[in-house]
């Protein structure tokens, strides 16, 4: 048993863990079907130890839901079974491309395989009448999440609308639904990139490796540094280097792109986050490059 | 100059979550602007589209607003509509910044901002001195007992950093805080454009010898808000594993509300009011000497009583009676005015019944703090005195001693949306 505190405060990231875990219990607790949508990146992996922390020593009470863009990283999937068969969760995968063969959603080449993922989930939410999403969005890293609420409602067409949020007071969620809606569950909104990092360390928490330096076959594209992949040809003009690098986000492998680096261990990146000159997002999403807008966009259409 | 980015990463770190107010001009971008800028979290990217906008829209200054409005239709009207929640650190201390607009019509965001808040930040206007945004704000933020209050006088620069202003708006201010609940009071005098006593101390008012604004918010004790007097555990999940390992495993899950718990203590549960004694509390897999807000923790009992979600765990001799009639402080946040005889539901920490509106006391002017008791109903954004009754008795504390186990919300059971937001009196 620990010693008899003096001072009774807790660290700031005991508090937000603290208050993720009511976040979790409080979901669990009063939504019919709830699920844990996972990309496996830092953050879902955050959230799924977080909720293995809420509900222990009784396994998680939910299914964790994954989109299958075709297109991760083979690391990353690795990890995820890792996970997956340790904490004895149920897993739902659902595949984009399935849901083009089932025509479900348009086979559209043209269509990045970023947004066909917003068809892709809000269909297995109702196929499996999931009433409940856990995602791992943090205010910090956009400006329209900034303006998300920790409990975000969504009509039955997935769609969030800014301007009908509910009042969030206190900790005192409101998780009425009516039928065909559901919704959107952020327990991190209040966690920050070096947030994530300092947990990530102190609890020993596994990560895929592309989160480490490594030697990678790369390309430059639009500033970026793209791994080199049959899934995403080369253009005229683009040579492949090998360079040491790591990811800052884990997405579409495609579009998400890595950075030079020689930090190999959770201390070395907090050093390196801690003086980052550009968001994670900036500096190695393409996704979110197309308008001043892009993700209040997606987030209206039933993006996380 | 500006803050020291090393970071602590020993985890040691202190937490205040703070509440923006203010009036539409007031500076409140700017000086959020300032205070992300000074303490690196704001990034290249991000500053670089704001420049980019900003070149875009014809102006010849760099938008800071921009970084802050991050919806479409606030950017297209150049106003704050809902609350934005924004994060900075230093080296001892995480902030979270509820950012709140100004407007009267949204009131009820302010209220949301200011309802998980340690400390309220009033923005005036040297030049304008108090205005009655100013003064509502001020309410606002005492009706919600934000216990730490700063009014930064802003635009000094624009006064001539003149000292007789400043004490003015200083006199004016604490004349008006008499008459509210406003235990702690900073009057700082700033610049948020030229930065003067924002992060680092002004030489153009050398009369002032109060603390900067950075460094008064990384050294407000907060620690002590918390009440560690009474025991407040609302059970919220119970966990029972029913593994072959965790046979009779049978846990109460919550986060602690008030009070130090430890294993040994006589507790009640209520609103059963059976008695047992804690004989062990967990922390995930670690078994814990004592719990306390804001933990959360699970509780075990050594006897088998029966207890479930909506419950309370609190100590033998001091527990809150249950009650099924509550006056309260009710902010109203939808268009539909409440109206008496009016059914809602109502949710009050873990526990969720209906409530009857018995009688609309009075309807509270934030602008004068007159009481009108000739108003029988309570419009959008106002604020009222209001008696209910509920169908399931519910485990209060004034909200004066317990801001987790004296607040409620109104759910319009019809549309599901939060409607009312109350505090309860005693």
Redo the contacts between chains.
Sequence with gaps: ?????T?????????????S??IF??V??EFEKPVLMFSGGKDSIVMLRLAE???????IPFSILQVDTGLDFPEVMETRDRWVSRLGVNLVVASIDDAIKNGIIPDAAKISRNRLQIPTLLNAIEENGFTAAFGGGR??E??????ERVYSHRDEFGQWD??M????????Y?G???EGEHMRIFPI??W?E??VW?YI??ENIEIPNIYFSHQRRVFERDGMLMTETPLNPLRDGEVVTERTVRYRTCGDITLTGCVESTASTI?EI?DEV??????ER??TRGDDRFS??AM?DRKKEGYF | MGIDTTRDTTHRMDLLRFATAGSVDDGKSTLIGRLLLDSKAIFEDQLEAVEATSTAKGYDYTDLALLTDGLRSEREQGITIDVAYRYFATPNRKFIIADTPGHVQYTRNMVTGASTADLGLVLVDARQGLTEQSRRHAVILSLLRVPHLVLAVNKMDLVDYDQKVYDDIYREFTQFATKLNVPDLEVIPISALSGDNVVNRSENMPWYSGPTLMHHLEHVHVASDRDLIDARFPVQYVIRPKSDEYHDYRGYAGQVAGGVLKPGDEVVVLPSGMTSKISKIDLFDEDIAEAFPPMSVTIHLEDDVDVSRGDMIARVRNAPTPTQDIDAMICWMTTAPLLPRQKLAIKHTTRTGRALVKDIQYRLDVNTLHRDQETKELGVNEIGRVTLRTTVPLLVDPYSKNRTTGSFILIDEATGITVGAGMING
């Design positions: 048993m620990t010693q008899t505190r001072d009774y405060r807790l660290s700031q990231l005991d508090q937000l863990e603290a208050e875990i009511h219990r409080e669990a607790a922390k809420a509900f222990f020593p009784a396994k205010r910090d956009e400006k329209a999440r900034a303006k800014p301007k949020q509910r009042p969030e007071l206190w900790s005192l409101n009425r639904l009516h909104s209040n920050t070096l947030d300092d360390g102190r201390a907090i801690a003086v980052a000159k550009k968001t900036g500096a001043e807008a209040e």
